[in-house]
């Protein structure tokens, strides 16, 4: 039988493919099944440029020290999840500005329908409990289940260590507490930036209403957001920074750890309880 003619390049192509094809038979036969790049790649470091090519979240902090500002990528990159549509920002950005009050700000919540965890199974939204003229502002992540049955953050597990802790320091009634989305993310995943970015007009408006003097940020997911930093919530908590109101004000910012680790992680209450207490000093202390 006489094969079709082939052309020299297309040749010289099947045969390196029929040996690298050979060569890759001799080496599954020989049990290698994983290849390595010679360089190792940094995926992490990809994953948090990627993150820092999206359009900067509504909430603007100011880097405690400018040399620690986060190193920013050159522009968007095409893998990078759409930012969500400026009119969602635009309409939840009207509605939260509308709002005089805590009671209307969260009625205007409940109203809301720009947030796309609102249609992933949550059952109603979690606002915020606590002082409405508290010094202390905590925010969290994200409802999770026993808040999405009871409306209220920080009331499961977590939350009833986070309250022993608060006692523990005497900030019961310092506080005013709610989380960075109003929805619990389905299967209590980490809430996106991009859902963060759509409910951040929202949380900004409930700081310009109580008008804490600190803002604690519990967890990764908050601390992140808020900053716009890309490091861990390990390498950012206990360190103080500045978190600058759209009216302007600077309001001193400590990140620290979500008492859902500290949960995981017993060996880390220290940690936490010492951020905790460096908030009751400043406090004390009138700032
Ligand atoms: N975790 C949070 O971050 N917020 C809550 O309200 C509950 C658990």
Not at 50 to 61: D, I, K, N, T, V
Not at 92 to 118: D, H, N, V
Not at 166 to 195: C, G, H, K, Y
Not at 244 to 272: C, F, M, N, V, W
Request: charged letters at 20%; a neutral charge; glycine letters at 6%.
């Amino acid at each position: 039988m006489s094969s079709p003619p082939v052309s020299p390049s297309a040749a010289a192509n099947l045969a390196s493919a029929r040996a690298l094809e050979s060569l890759l038979a001799f080496w599954s036969d020989a049990g290698v099944d994983t290849f390595y790049e010679l360089q190792a790649k940094d995926r992490l470091s990809e994953g948090r440029q990627r993150l820092l090519a999206r359009p900067s979240p509504a909430l603007h902090p100011t880097p405690a020290n400018p040399d620690d500002s986060p190193p920013h990528a050159a522009g968007p990159s095409p893998l990078a999840k759409p930012p969500p549509p400026p009119e969602t920002l635009a309409a939840a950005e009207t509605l939260a500005q509308s709002a005089t009050t805590l009671e209307a700000l969260s009625e205007a919540i409940a109203g809301f329908e720009g947030c796309p965890l609102k249609s992933q199974g949550a059952r109603q939204a979690v606002f915020a409990r606590g002082r409405q003229d508290a010094r202390l502002m905590i925010i969290g992540e994200a409802p999770g289940a026993e808040e999405d049955i009871q409306g209220d953050p920080f009331v499961g597990r977590a939350g009833k260590l986070l309250d022993r802790m608060l006692a523990a320091a005497q900030l019961t009634d310092e506080v005013f507490i709610t989380n960075s989305v109003f929805w619990r993310p389905p299967a209590n995943r980490t809430p996106s930036p991009e859902e963060q970015m759509t409910c951040a007009p929202f949380v900004a408006r409930a700081i310009s209403l109580v008008q804490p003097q600190i803002l604690l940020l519990l967890g990764g997911a908050s601390a992140k957001f808020m900053l716009g930093r890309p490091e861990g919530i390990l390498s950012l908590r206990g360190r103080w920074t500045t978190w600058t109101s759209p009216e302007g004000r600077d309001i001193p910012t400590l990140p620290s750890l979500h008492p859902a680790y500290l949960l995981r992680q017993p060996g880390a209450k220290k940690q936490a309880w010492s951020d905790l207490l460096a908030i009751r000093q400043r406090l004390d202390q009138g700032l």
